[in-house]
């Protein structure tokens, strides 16, 4: 957007909420985020708590352009369809959180988590793989938690069960310039998530030619079409996902999604399902595998009934207030 609003005006339109999760998820029970109503409709700031403000600013110039401008870029498609998102859950947990998602075909299943090893990765892409049949597609992700070798035993041990492709396997851009190159011969794509969106150079890993898809989040890019951007400058088939957004959060992904030129994938917009609760009417959820694509009507029960404890909120409305500076400082 072309002109900054003032943090009096943001935060006048600010609401703070903490919503529960059915599954604990990156280690946290309550998702919380705040809530802007700007001129153009809700919009969401919601970076995890552990990013500092220089990456957390980024994350509030997307919420502002959201919620205060339309998108320059028309929309393509108004349903897109999305995965299931599986968290790291014990066997007898899997159906019932799959569950929660309905008819989508594609599960993207969480591994390398802390404190796990291979045998149980194994043994959740095995037991997803027997629920969703052989015509289901399946992804894992790694969060960049392995290094190139051991990146190379999990594919290479778990492409028996047919993967669509890894998510970032190893951390670095040269890791993952590696894997590609060793793996080439197996069947699985490599896909880069936090090379991309907490990179300096969100275009390093597309000209290091180290994957084969990005998987790319409207809030860390800075919005809706900086991002379109940088998939075009890429050059590279894109999968818009979520950060466990609310609704507004899912509405603005859905929104980048539709304007693709492209969407040769099932986007990561389905997390709406692992909300046990959630601040819009309707909630952003998937029906029949997909989700639709317009922002998101709150729900003014909700925003009360969700409400951040008063600490929460003061912290949450003092770290807009440190990004907004960061953002007022930058040159435009």
Known sequence: MDALPTLDDVLGRAHVVSVPLTTRFRGVQHREAVLLHGPAGWS??????EYGDAEASTWLAAALDYGWRESSAPALRSSIPVNATLPAVPLESIAS????????????????????????????VRETRRLIGAAGRIRLDANGAWNVDEAEHAVRELEQFDLEYVEQPCATVPELAELRRRIRRIDVLVA????????ADPLAVARADAADLLVIKAAPLGGVDRALRIVAEAGLPAVVSS???TSVGLAMGAALAARLPSLDFDCGLGTGALLADDVADPRVVPVDGAIGVGRASLDEDALARLAAPSDRA???RERLARCHAVLAAAPR
């Open 97 to 124: 959180v799959l569950s929660r998602f309905g008819d989508c075909r594609t599960v993207k299943i969480k591994v390398a988590e802390p404190g796990e090893s291979r045998a149980d990765d194994i043994a959740r």
């Open 44 to 49: 969401e700031f919601a970076p995890f708590v």
């Open 192 to 199: 880069a998530d936090e090379s991309v969106r907490k990179a």
């Open 314 to 316: 003061a912290w949450w």
């Open 243 to 245: 950060a466990l957004d």
